[in-house]
């Protein structure tokens, strides 16, 4: 029977080795990942939410994997006992001149066939007591959810099926039927890298030498003081600009109860930078000598610039906030985990705006899968394990 290697154990490796033990029963699967726990990086740091499809353009993987996946998440967490809850979101305008966007971003969603719902400012409130909007949209399909929960199920489903996951184990090479690890060989007659904020290096690894490059961005996370949770029912975003490649903070209740706010997103200082204490000068020299990242700063400097002043304000991040929901004061925020995306990036300084899976022989490479990947995650294993069926 065949060997294949997943490399990464989060939500989407994970998923994938999942629906390789479903669709191959009998074949050894192997998951690797250097970290000592599963969803160590972009997946145990996210905010939790089950994305509906409401930003991707019609027809793109991320419109309709995301689509998809938000069902079969749900089903999943049901299936097997994960908490879940689909609360739905607002998207507000909190301007007249946000309008325009929003009606645009409503044909969008309606062109992928999802259930929003335009909303005068009178109707918002219904949803959501201490919002400030001119208008809103109301997008039914979004829920909540514990992405650690579903990688630790997804791991028991893998490890059940006669699967193994080799944690702490660091992969130092790629090729000739075999993954080379730090614990040892393991015959692979089929890779699949999914390792995230790494993806390009083992992409090279592998010898392939992929035309976009990871560059990591960190999001900023603070909490509402449980005494002021009451001001946000469920998720709250603002409009976002299509001129900047990020949504802008917003509010998201998550699964136990707590309200997270954020996040910003800054240039991280390593690939798994969670602070501005956490130093890389080998990621660094990376993104420096990289004509991309210099392309798309210039482009976006004035956007970057206010992100690194929010980053460095806490006062600054909580006006932020207070558009969306007035009564919100610095007094009411407290520090949370960050995350860290990792954002593929073009030599042209053009964000890869899809998600970026590339097959090569008996290897497929995920070189682009920021959010709305954890959603769509099931989704995109069976998309995976189909173009490894066609190799």
């Not at 301007?95 to 309606?110: G, H, K, Q, V, Y």
């Not at 089929?190 to 390009?200: K, R």
Request: neutral net charge.
């Amino acid at each position: 029977m065949a060997g294949y290697v997943v490399i990464g154990a989060g939500i989407v490796g994970l998923a994938t080795a999942h629906r390789l033990t479903i669709e191959n029963p009998g074949a050894t699967v192997t998951v690797i990942d250097k970290e000592s726990r599963v969803a160590a990086h972009q997946t145990g740091h996210n905010s939790g939410v089950i994305h509906a499809g409401v930003y991707y353009k019609p027809g793109s993987l991320k419109a309709t994997l995301c689509r998809a996946g938000s069902a079969s998440m749900v089903a999943f967490a049901e299936e097997h006992g994960i908490s879940v809850e689909t609360c739905g979101k607002l998207i507000v305008a909190t301007s007249a001149d946000e309008l325009p966007r929003l009606t645009a971003l409503f044909d969008r969603a309606t062109a992928n066939g999802l259930p929003v719902r335009m909303l005068s400012a009178t109707e918002a409130r219904e949803y959501e007591p201490h919002v400030s909007a001119v208008a809103a949209m109301h997008v039914a399909s979004t829920g909540i959810i514990s992405y650690t929960a579903v990688c630790e199920k997804l791991a028991e489903l893998v490890t059940a099926a006669g699967g193994r996951i080799m944690l702490g184990t660091t992969v130092t090479g790629i090729g000739g039927g075999i993954v080379a690890t730090s614990a040892g060989d393991v015959p692979a007659d089929f890779v699949v890298n999914c390792a995230g904020l790494q993806s390009d290096r083992m992409a090279r690894l592998a010898g392939i030498r992929p035309a976009a490059r990871i560059v990591p961005f960190r999001g900023e996370y603070y909490e509402l003081r449980e005494d002021r949770r009451h001001l946000v029912s469920g998720l709250i975003y603002p409009v976002p600009d299509p001129q900047f490649p990020f949504l802008g903070v917003h509010l998201t209740r998550m699964i136990d109860g707590s309200v997270h706010a954020g996040p910003n997103a800054v240039l991280a200082t390593a690939r798994e930078g969670y602070s501005w204490g956490r130093f890389s000068a080998r990621d660094l020299a990376e993104v420096a000598a990289f004509p991309g990242m210099w392309r798309l700063a210039r482009r976006h400097l004035r956007y970057g610039l206010t992100e690194v002043r929010r980053s460095l304000s806490k006062p600054l991040f909580a006006r932020g906030l207070a558009r969306l929901v007035p009564e919100i004061t610095e007094a009411d925020l407290v520090p949370s985990e960050a995350g860290v995306r990792a954002q593929a990036i073009l030599p042209s300084g053009e964000l890869v705006d899809d998600f970026l899976i590339e097959s090569r022989g008996g290897q497929v490479h995920v070189l682009n899968a920021p959010s709305p990947a954890a959603t769509s995650s099931l989704e995109i294993a069976k998309h995976i394990v189909s173009q490894l069926a066609a190799v």
